[in-house]
């Protein structure tokens, strides 16, 4: 039975939408382009939850939907009553487009070739060598050492890049534990666990971070350097927190393991300029407010150095992460569509969030966040929800002592990447699953109490924030 309606769903309510008189079930006063969008919105919404397509596949689907709809530019049979009030206001179809260029896609583009000229020159492995040495032979402490440098790689790498890659190099350290011995899942877990903590640190660490970005510009804007100064300390905490939460459920009988890393620096031109760029890329980001650049200008340095030199080669792009890109890129299609036709606005006037209290709103929003992440994609309910909330932050004026808007986006946003607590909850725990040390209630156990706590957590990072007069 599920079967068919994940299938039919997506198909049918955003059709009962479209021809039957939505005033009575949505929203008062809906014109013909917001009625179209709510279409698109619930499509959205159940292809992501749903999966009757690839997750990227529903965002391309979300912006061709937009340019034949509810564009300038659509389909002259459903244009009968443009330029007429109750018809609305149409979308820009090159604002539509622009999003597969959008700034955010770009940062993220940057991120994928420093990821993997890394990778490619050994720069990720060697760094994990150098910078696990001084851990020992402590089982406890190699863990911690595992734990900061999957976090610190993941800041700047896909997340299931380096989850990939550290499990690679964890694997023979599993295999010398007894297969009763609790340390093995302690050390299957570690990894994900910090990949997922760790993208929350940078901008580009996530997509649900680049994504929130979006959000954030003008007077609430936040720099590179900005959001790295309350997410890298957010992700040591949670880090540090989750150490000590494995290490109590799951005590290593073992008391002495062997950490072997093959390898060493290349030396090779090629090699020296990628360390170069990774290192002066890095220090851009951090430093914006002094030379000028933003992010997003930053990130094409590695992208056009990398492929000048032949760094990056053809063979090289079909490695990059399209489909995160286009399931980005679909996201900020969807919230342009929701503000630009008011529809996201009329949503938020048509709820009396004003009489309720803020805190009720803060946290009813934060866990509705943190609970969809956990059985969808972190990408696609940041896609879904950050539009309204930015609306809501917005029109809410007694959010206002909280931190308003930034404080409520930020807050849905950590939650959104906090989302662990199953195999099918990111790929990193999916791959992590995948090795056969984990089972799913051990799993679900530990991403609960850390996702919950990241939760907590992440409201005293926004009180803190707006105490400090940040936000």
Same mark, same amino acid.
């Not at 984990?438 to 803190?464: C, E, H, P, Q, R």
């Given at each position: 039975?599920?079967?068919?309606?994940?299938?039919?769903?997506?198909?049918?309510?955003?059709?009962?939408?479209?021809?039957?008189?939505?005033?009575?079930?949505?929203?008062?006063?809906?014109?013909?382009?917001?009625?179209?969008?709510?279409?698109?919105?619930?499509?959205?919404?159940?292809?992501?939850?749903?999966?009757?397509?690839?997750?990227?596949?529903?965002?391309?689907?979300?912006?061709?939907?937009?340019?034949?709809?509810?564009?300038?530019?659509?389909?002259?049979?459903?244009?009968?009553?443009?330029?007429?009030?109750?018809?609305?206001?149409?979308?820009?179809?090159?604002?539509?487009?622009?999003?597969?260029?959008?700034?955010?896609?770009?940062?993220?583009?940057?991120?994928?070739?420093?990821?993997?000229?890394?990778?490619?020159?050994?720069?990720?492995?060697?760094?994990?060598?150098?910078?696990?040495?001084?851990?020992?032979?402590?089982?406890?402490?190699?863990?911690?050492?595992?734990?900061?440098?999957?976090?610190?790689?993941?800041?700047?790498?896909?997340?299931?890049?380096?989850?990939?890659?550290?499990?690679?190099?964890?694997?023979?350290?599993?295999?010398?534990?007894?297969?009763?011995?609790?340390?093995?899942?302690?050390?299957?877990?570690?990894?994900?666990?910090?990949?997922?903590?760790?993208?929350?640190?940078?901008?580009?660490?996530?997509?649900?971070?680049?994504?929130?970005?979006?959000?954030?510009?003008?007077?609430?804007?936040?720099?590179?350097?900005? *959001?790295?100064?309350?997410?890298?300390?957010?992700?040591?905490?949670?880090?540090?927190?989750? *150490?000590?939460?494995?290490?109590?459920?799951?005590?290593?009988?073992?008391?002495?393991?062997?950490?072997?890393?093959?390898?060493?620096?290349?030396?090779?031109?090629?090699?020296?300029?990628?360390?170069?760029?990774?290192?002066?890329?890095?220090?851009?980001?951090?430093?914006?407010?002094?030379?000028?650049?933003?992010?997003?200008?930053?990130?094409?340095?590695?992208?056009?150095?990398?492929?000048?030199?032949?760094?990056?080669?053809?063979?090289?792009?079909?490695?990059?992460?399209?489909?995160?890109? *286009?399931?980005?890129?679909?996201?900020?299609?969807?919230?342009?569509?929701?503000?630009?036709?008011?529809?996201?606005?009329?949503?938020?006037?048509?709820?009396?969030?004003?009489?309720?209290?803020?805190?009720?709103?803060?946290?009813?929003?934060?866990?509705?966040?943190?609970?969809?992440?956990?059985?969808?994609?972190?990408?696609?309910?940041?896609?879904?929800?950050?539009?309204?909330?930015?609306?809501?932050?917005?029109?809410?004026?007694?959010?206002?002592?909280?931190?308003?808007?930034?404080?409520?986006?930020?807050?849905?946003?950590?939650?959104?990447?906090?989302?662990?607590?199953?195999?099918?909850?990111?790929?990193?725990?999916?791959?992590?699953?995948?090795?056969?040390?984990?089972?799913?209630?051990?799993?679900?156990?530990?991403?609960?109490?850390?996702?919950?706590?990241?939760?907590?957590?992440?409201?005293?990072?926004? *009180?803190?924030?707006?105490?400090?007069?940040?936000?």
């Amino acid at each position: 039975m599920y079967k068919y309606l994940k299938y039919m769903l997506p198909i049918a309510i955003p059709l009962l939408i479209l021809y039957l008189p939505v005033s009575a079930f949505l929203f008062e006063g809906m014109t013909i382009v917001q009625k179209r969008i709510a279409a698109i919105f619930v499509f959205a919404t159940l292809s992501w939850v749903l999966e009757p397509i690839p997750i990227y596949a529903t965002s391309v689907a979300i912006i061709a939907l937009e340019l034949f709809l509810v564009s300038d530019k659509a389909i002259i049979f459903f244009r009968g009553l443009e330029g007429t009030p109750q018809y609305g206001v149409v979308i820009n179809h090159v604002d539509i487009m622009a999003t597969f260029a959008s700034p955010i896609i770009m940062l993220f583009l940057g991120g994928f070739f420093l990821a993997i000229a890394a990778t490619k020159f050994r720069l990720d492995v060697n760094l994990a060598r150098v910078l696990l040495r001084p851990f020992g032979n402590n089982p406890r402490y190699v863990m911690l050492g595992l734990m900061l440098i999957t976090g610190m790689f993941s800041m700047f790498m896909s997340n299931t890049a380096t989850t990939a890659m550290m499990l690679s190099i964890l694997a023979p350290v599993i295999a010398l534990f007894s297969p009763k011995d609790p340390g093995r899942i302690a050390f299957a877990l570690c990894i994900p666990l910090a990949a997922n903590i760790g993208g929350i640190g940078t901008p580009i660490g996530t997509p649900p971070n680049a994504i929130a970005l979006k959000y954030l510009q003008g007077v609430d804007s936040i720099t590179f350097g900005e *959001w790295m100064a309350f997410g890298v300390p957010f992700a040591l905490i949670m880090m540090a927190f989750s *150490w000590g939460l494995i290490n109590k459920l799951f005590p290593a009988n073992q008391q002495k393991i062997e950490l072997e890393i093959q390898g060493e620096f290349l030396k090779t031109p090629k090699a020296l300029l990628v360390y170069t760029i990774f290192i002066v890329t890095i220090l851009l980001w951090l430093m914006g407010s002094v030379h000028g650049m933003n992010a997003y200008t930053v990130a094409m340095i590695p992208v056009t150095v990398f492929l000048m030199t032949g760094i990056i080669t053809k063979d090289d792009l079909k490695k990059i992460s399209w489909d995160v890109l *286009w399931l980005v890129s679909g996201g900020i299609a969807l919230g342009l569509a929701l503000d630009k036709s008011g529809l996201a606005e009329l949503i938020v006037y048509s709820i009396p969030f004003n009489s309720f209290s803020p805190y009720a709103v803060l946290i009813g929003a934060t866990f509705m966040s943190w609970l969809m992440a956990n059985f969808m994609s972190n990408t696609a309910t940041a896609n879904l929800l950050l539009p309204i909330m930015a609306a809501l932050g917005t029109s809410m004026t007694s959010l206002a002592p909280l931190g308003g808007e930034v404080a409520l986006i930020l807050v849905v946003t950590f939650a959104s990447s906090l989302g662990m607590a199953l195999p099918i909850s990111t790929p990193p725990n999916a791959l992590a699953h995948a090795t056969g040390h984990i089972k799913t209630n051990d799993m679900a156990k530990v991403g609960i109490i850390v996702g919950l706590s990241g939760v907590l957590l992440s409201f005293v990072v926004v *009180w803190a924030l707006n105490l400090l007069g940040s936000i």
